[in-house]
Structures are given as structure tokens and as C-alpha cells.
């Protein structure tokens, strides 16, 4: 597996097996890999000749107040990982690199990115947007893989490729959760065992807002109402958003008709869980 630092090395990798007629995948991460992003790069192994694998710690998306700093990094383990999995190039360029001075662009993708998570933290979709863009110029792949564990994140990556004309193929992989249900992600390490056995919460009121839902009620403000009532099952555990949404637009729906998918972040201690889960309403069967 090459180690690959900078952008220009990055892309003569890919532009010479581009000129073989090597299909390349991508899978963008922020390392502190687990089987979530695992998921992603046998998903994707399977589909391309040529593997990168990116593991950047974009600070673009991260507010003044948040974890940049703090972010889990275990960049041995992190190969290891893509070693193991078969990944032939592992992009890990600096900050500088990234951005060096002069840098201006920035990429937006403004109504996907208003609501949820946009909302919770304003600097997050515009760093999230520039970075894949780079990402997606450097590597050059012809298709990349994300996961619906970041819904909103993979519904602004879909809009930004067909905006931008960029024609490659995404993949979008369900979330590979613990085994009681906690969605996998690098910032689990921060609970304590306390909060721990505390985060399963969240899944455990989307997936109550899943069976109202399948059970038959249409009413979006109620399922809502549902997942907030099983949210105060544990106090210590604040919620910043609990939201019943359009699969597409990912704006509010008060009816469900046909699908929805339901948002939720919540705050333990310093951690914020996010998650989400899609339902499709049953078709009844003409009697
Ligand atoms: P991150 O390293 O957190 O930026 O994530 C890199 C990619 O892995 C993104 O496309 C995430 O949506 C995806 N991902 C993170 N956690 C999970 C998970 N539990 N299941 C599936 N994909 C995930």
C-alpha cells in the first residue's frame, strides 16, 4: 500500500492508472477508522481496480469551539486497517497542504446544508462541501462510497456530483451500528462507560419512530412527539434535534405519504450522537 502525502503525487497516482483504464474508488474518511468505515471500503474494493483511502482531519468543518484539536487520531491503527483490507493507496496530505496560503474557493451546497446539522453547526457543510471537492479534483476517482450514518452529509455529496457535473459514482452504505444499536463513529472513544450504556438512546427513539410509523400513524408532528418521549428516558442526555423528514429534501414532513427518514443529535457530556434511520411505508395489499 502507498502512503501518499501530497495532492500532486496523489493525482499522478491516479492519472497514471487513469491512462491504463483503471477504474479508482475513493473513500474519504477522517481516520480512527472502525467498522463503519470498513463497511465502505469492501463495498468499494469490490467495485474498482484501484483503492484510495483519504484520512484527513478537515479543520474547515470544524466551528471555533468544537474538536479539532481533540479529534481521535491513530493514523498505525488506520493503515493497518487498509493494509488489511486491501486498499492500494492511503492519502493522508496536511493541513497546509490542503489549503496552503492563498486558498479562497469554498464550495456551498446552501439548502441541503440550512437545516440539522447546518444548523447546529454553522462552519460544518461549507468545510464538508470544499473538502470533497478537493478530495474529488486530487483523487479523481470514478466512484466513492459514504455512509448513511452522515444522511445529510451524503444527500450534499449527491447534489454537489450532479451539480458539478462531476459523473462519479456514489455509493451510500447503511450504518454499521454496535451491537446495541449505537450508531459506530470515531467519537465514541470520548464516552465514558457511563454514558456509554447511556447512547443507545437515540437509535432506541428513531427506531420507536420507525414502528409508530409502520404500525400506521401519518402524522409527523406525533411521531416526533413519540421519539421526544423516548428521549427523556434519560435526562443527562440533551437533544438538539429530533425531526421527521422528506427523504430527498430533508425538509419537515407533517404527513408521511410514502417514506421519511428520521433525524436525531443529542448531546452527552461533551460527545454529540448523531443518527437516523429510513422508513418506507408498507403498500397495503388490494383485498
Ligand atoms: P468520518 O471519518 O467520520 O468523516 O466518516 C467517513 C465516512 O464513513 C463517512 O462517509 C461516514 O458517513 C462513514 N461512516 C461513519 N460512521 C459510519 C457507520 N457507523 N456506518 C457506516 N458509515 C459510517
Redesign the pocket.
Known amino acids: 500500500m502507498k502512503i501518499i502525502r501530497s495532492p500532486r503525487a496523489m493525482t499522478a497516482w491516479s492519472d497514471q492508472l487513469r491512462r491504463e483504464g483503471v477504474t479508482i474508488g475513493l473513500v474519504?474518511?477522517?481516520?480512527a477508522l472502525h467498522d463503519?468505515?470498513r463497511?465502505?471500503i469492501r463495498d468499494i474494493r469490490l467495485r474498482c481496480d484501484a483503492l484510495a483511502v483519504s484520512i484527513f482531519v478537515n479543520p474547515t468543518q470544524f466551528g471555533p469551539k468544537e474538536d479539532l484539536t481533540t479529534y481521535p487520531r491513530q493514523i498505525a491503527r488506520d493503515r493497518m486497517l487498509c493494509r488489511t483490507e486491501g486498499v492500494d493507496a492511503c492519502f493522508e496530505p496536511t493541513a497546509s497542504a490542503m489549503y496552503p496560503e492563498g486558498f479562497q474557493t469554498t464550495v456551498s451546497v446552501p439548502d441541503i446544508a440550512r437545516r440539522w446539522e447546518g444548523a447546529a453547526r454553522p462552519h460544518h457543510f461549507g468545510g464538508v462541501a470544499t473538502v470533497v471537492a478537493k478530495l474529488f479534483g486530487i483523487v479523481r476517482p470514478h466512484l466513492t462510497a459514504?455512509?448513511?450514518?452522515?444522511y445529510q452529509?451524503?444527500a450534499l455529496v449527491r447534489q454537489l456530483i450532479a451539480d458539478l457535473n462531476l459523473g462519479i459514482e456514489l455509493d451510500v452504505?447503511?450504518?454499521?451500528?454496535e451491537e446495541d444499536g449505537l450508531?459506530?463513529?470515531?467519537r465514541n472513544v470520548y464516552l465514558s462507560p457511563d454514558q456509554r450504556r447511556r447512547a443507545p438512546i437515540l437509535y432506541r427513539a428513531l427506531s420507536a419512530g420507525r414502528q409508530a410509523i409502520l404500525g400506521g400513524l401519518r402524522d409527523g408532528g406525533k411521531v416526533n412527539r413519540i421519539m421526544k418521549q423516548i428521549m427523556k428516558q434519560e435526562p443527562v442526555i440533551q437533544v438538539e434535534y429530533l425531526a421527521v423528514c422528506d427523504v430527498a429534501s430533508l425538509e419537515p414532513l407533517s404527513k408521511i405519504v410514502r417514506s421519511a427518514v428520521l433525524l436525531g443529535a443529542a448531546r452527552i457530556g461533551s460527545v454529540r450522537l448523531i443518527d437516523n434511520i429510513t422508513v418506507s411505508v408498507p403498500t397495503r395489499k388490494r383485498s
Request: aromatic content about 4%.
Open positions: 474519504p474518511t477522517m481516520g463503519g468505515h463497511a465502505l459514504f455512509g448513511q450514518k452522515d452529509q451524503a452504505r447503511p450504518t454499521v451500528r450508531a459506530m463513529s470515531s
